[in-house]
C-alpha cells in the first residue's frame, strides 16, 4: 500500500541534456538516469523545469511505494584546464531564468 506521506523537495544532482526537436520545435530537455522522463518547452530553462516536474512525481510515486531512487550518475570530471575530458559528452545543465 502506497505511503501518503512521500513528497520530494531536493532533487538528486541529475545529468540534464538539452537538444533541439525539430519535429516539435521545442527544446527537450532529459535526464541520463531517467531515461522514460523528459520536458518539452520553447526555452531551455523551461524544458528543464518541465522534466523537474515529471522527476519530483516520479521520485514521490518510487518514495511512496517504498522503491528506492535512481542514484545520480557519476560526475564528469572535467580536465585541469576546464574542458571535459575527450569521449564524454558534456553535462549540460541550464540555470533556470537565464533565458525565460
Known amino acids: 500500500m502506497p505511503r ?21 520545435g521545442e527544446c527537450v530537455a ?5 531515461a522514460g522522463l523528459s520536458g518539452l518547452a520553447p526555452t531551455p530553462a523551461r524544458a528543464i523545469a518541465q522534466l523537474e516536474v515529471a522527476i519530483r512525481a516520479w521520485l514521490d510515486y518510487l518514495a ?13 570530471h572535467p580536465r585541469r584546464d576546464g574542458a571535459p575530458a ?3 559528452p ?6 533556470r531564468g537565464r533565458d525565460d
Not at 30 to 34: A, K, N, Q, V
Not at 90 to 95: A, N
Open 64 to 76: 511512496a511505494h517504498g522503491l528506492p531512487a535512481p542514484r545520480p550518475a557519476r560526475p564528469l
Open 4 to 24: 501518503r506521506d512521500a513528497l520530494v523537495i531536493d532533487l538528486p544532482p541529475y545529468r540534464y541534456r538539452i537538444s533541439w526537436s525539430e519535429k516539435d
Open 86 to 88: 575527450p569521449g564524454v
Open 90 to 95: 558534456i553535462d549540460t545543465r541550464v540555470r
Open 30 to 34: 532529459t535526464c541520463d538516469e531517467l
